[in-house]
């Protein structure tokens, strides 16, 4: 049931029945008229379309992290003092996950907060790229873009700070990593690793603080973004699909309610997410403690998992001996790759829609999705920037494909160069060739 309107039509001079008004639990809503609220909310209207799930889907994957991980918690232990554990001394963390390991109930929702955890990351980022292919950052949707780009960053930070807790050789060694990284950064480094990881690393401060960052800190700055972020897009509206152009009314969504339709659509996607992630927990392993197992003196060759890959291929892309000094000030090359660039990737992505300049009244309404060659200037800067980053991960194996520093460097900047120029190049030679009207600058934002 398709619907144009967020409120129930009613007729001219008809005044509500409100003894017939279908009543929510009785009791309940006698004293808190849940009926109003049905009324005020129940008949937003969602538009019916594919992508506009993907933010649902990380939010019911955030939701699943949360469930697992608070059974998790009720097993595991962070604290690196060690046990004897079958003759063998072991870390108490390693030995909790051992049991977790042994245990196949507790194993298989491990496994599942895993996934959970990539499939966040993967639809906040197909998300992301659908808002950003269609335009619908642009005015009055800044603020709704800057949160979306925190979220993604407090995400990341989330997995990064996951990788301690099984204690492990893996773990410790992909930690000391971030250990590097965080003193790396001037002025403030030995604070910051201080407060983060309890001083030295390994030490037995660190675990319990990096829990704490895991299991408080983050979830809690995620649900604060998380929730401004959607009564941003309940005050914003949703954009539609080209479709509903000739069908909506002006300044009307058209969709089908929230309540009961888009609610029945919201439950079978949790329980799709749910049955894919158990399908999965299932049948592909995840990091069990066997591969790397307990720490030791030695370091193992570890890469970290696709979403920060691509921050290590920047650091296996810059020689060991770039570097200067400012005064007393070194700015060595693990803060140049691992902090530096990060940290310009994100503010351009919070920036973007101040950077965009393109003609508004040209784009149309931000109220519907712009179709992605028509701003072909974006598009080819957002397909190379993509590129970029995939050449990036592909610069994290460049020794074990056997390719040499300067071979790899050109291809990390020119394919991405010659793919967003060719892009360009085809629509701006496909437009000349085949003009078609642009979205009707008359539209009002």
């Given at each position: 049931?398709?619907?144009?309107?967020?409120?129930?039509?009613?007729?001219?001079?008809?005044?509500p029945?409100?003894?017939?008004?279908?009543?929510?639990?009785?009791?309940?809503?006698?004293?808190?008229?849940?009926?109003?609220?049905?009324?005020?909310?129940?008949?937003?209207?969602?538009?019916?379309?594919?992508?506009?799930?993907?933010?649902?889907?990380?939010?019911?994957?955030?939701?699943?992290?949360?469930?697992?991980?608070?059974?998790?918690?009720?097993?595991?232990?962070?604290?690196?003092?060690?046990?004897?554990?079958?003759?063998?001394?072991?870390?108490?963390?390693?030995?909790?996950?051992?049991?977790?390991?042994?245990?196949?109930?507790?194993?298989?929702?491990?496994?599942v907060?895993?996934?959970?955890?990539?499939?966040?990351?993967?639809?906040?980022?197909?998300?992301?790229?659908?808002?950003?292919?269609?335009?619908?950052?642009?005015?009055?949707?800044?603020?709704?873009?800057?949160?979306?780009?925190?979220?993604?960053g407090?995400?990341?930070?989330?997995?990064f700070?996951?990788?301690?807790?099984?204690?492990?050789?893996?773990?410790?060694?992909?930690?000391?990593?971030?250990?590097?990284?965080?003193?790396?950064?001037p002025?403030?480094?030995?604070?910051?690793?201080?407060?983060?990881?309890?001083?030295?690393?390994?030490?037995?401060?660190?675990?319990?603080?990096?829990y704490?960052?895991?299991?408080?800190?983050?979830?809690?700055?995620?649900?604060?973004?998380?929730?401004?972020?959607?009564l941003?897009?309940?005050?914003?509206?949703?954009?539609?699909?080209?479709?509903?152009?000739?069908?909506?009314?002006?300044?009307?969504?058209?969709?089908i309610?929230?309540?009961?339709?888009?609610?029945?659509?919201?439950?079978?996607?949790?329980?799709?997410?749910?049955?894919?992630?158990?399908?999965?927990?299932?049948?592909?392993?995840?990091?069990?403690?066997?591969?790397?197992?307990?720490?030791?003196?030695?370091?193992?060759?570890?890469?970290?998992?696709?979403?920060?890959?691509?921050?290590?291929?920047v650091?296996?892309?810059?020689?060991?001996?770039?570097?200067?000094?400012?005064?007393?000030?070194?700015?060595?090359?693990?803060?140049?790759?691992?902090?530096?660039?990060?940290?310009?990737?994100?503010?351009?992505?919070?920036?973007?829609?101040?950077?965009?300049?393109?003609?508004?009244?040209?784009?149309?309404?931000?109220?519907?999705?712009?179709?992605?060659?028509?701003?072909?200037?974006?598009?080819?800067?957002?397909?190379?920037?993509?590129?970029?980053?995939?050449?990036?991960?592909?610069?994290?194996?460049?020794?074990?494909?056997?390719?040499?520093?300067?071979?790899?460097?050109?291809?990390?900047?020119?394919?991405?160069?010659?793919?967003?120029?060719?892009?360009?190049?085809?629509?701006?030679?496909?437009?000349?060739?085949?003009?078609?009207?642009?979205?009707?600058?008359?539209?009002?934002?």
């Amino acid at each position: 049931m398709l619907q144009t309107s967020s409120t129930r039509p009613s007729a001219p001079n008809d005044t509500p029945d409100v003894a017939a008004r279908p009543r929510t639990g009785g009791w309940l809503e006698e004293r808190l008229q849940l009926s109003a609220l049905q009324d005020k909310y129940g008949r937003k209207a969602f538009p019916l379309h594919s992508t506009f799930f993907l933010g649902e889907i990380a939010a019911f994957s955030f939701l699943i992290l949360v469930l697992t991980g608070i059974y998790l918690a009720l097993i595991y232990t962070p604290s690196i003092t060690e046990i004897t554990v079958g003759g063998q001394k072991l870390p108490e963390a390693f030995a909790s996950v051992q049991l977790i390991e042994s245990i196949p109930a507790a194993n298989l929702i491990r496994n599942v907060h895993h996934w959970a955890a990539h499939v966040m990351i993967a639809s906040i980022l197909l998300h992301g790229f659908r808002v950003f292919f269609t335009g619908t950052y642009r005015k009055p949707r800044e603020l709704t873009w800057v949160l979306g780009v925190v979220l993604l960053g407090l995400t990341l930070g989330a997995g990064f700070v996951g990788y301690a807790l099984p204690w492990d050789a893996f773990s410790v060694t992909a930690t000391g990593i971030g250990f590097g990284l965080a003193r790396s950064i001037p002025l403030v480094g030995q604070l910051l690793a201080d407060l983060f990881f309890g001083g030295a690393f390994p030490s037995l401060g660190s675990l319990p603080r990096l829990y704490t960052i895991h299991v408080v800190i983050i979830p809690l700055s995620i649900l604060g973004v998380l929730s401004l972020h959607l009564l941003f897009v309940l005050k914003q509206k949703h954009s539609m699909p080209g479709y509903a152009r000739p069908l909506a009314e002006p300044g009307k969504v058209l969709g089908i309610p929230l309540w009961p339709y888009h609610a029945l659509l919201a439950g079978e996607l949790v329980f799709l997410v749910l049955g894919g992630l158990s399908l999965l927990a299932a049948f592909v392993p995840v990091h069990p403690l066997a591969a790397y197992g307990p720490p030791t003196a030695e370091t193992p060759s570890v890469k970290p998992d696709w979403y920060l890959l691509w921050i290590f291929g920047v650091l296996k892309l810059i020689p060991a001996g770039l570097g200067f000094s400012v005064g007393a000030v070194t700015i060595g090359p693990e803060f140049l790759g691992g902090v530096l660039f990060p940290a310009l990737v994100f503010g351009l992505l919070a920036l973007v829609p101040w950077l965009d300049r393109t003609n508004r009244r040209v784009l149309g309404s931000v109220e519907y999705l712009q179709p992605p060659t028509q701003a072909p200037v974006r598009l080819a800067l957002g397909a190379g920037a993509l590129t970029l980053v995939g050449m990036l991960l592909f610069a994290a194996y460049y020794d074990e494909l056997g390719l040499t520093l300067g071979q790899t460097w050109l291809l990390t900047l020119s394919v991405p160069l010659i793919l967003s120029t060719g892009i360009l190049s085809w629509i701006r030679l496909r437009s000349r060739r085949c003009p078609r009207a642009r979205f009707d600058p008359t539209t009002e934002d």
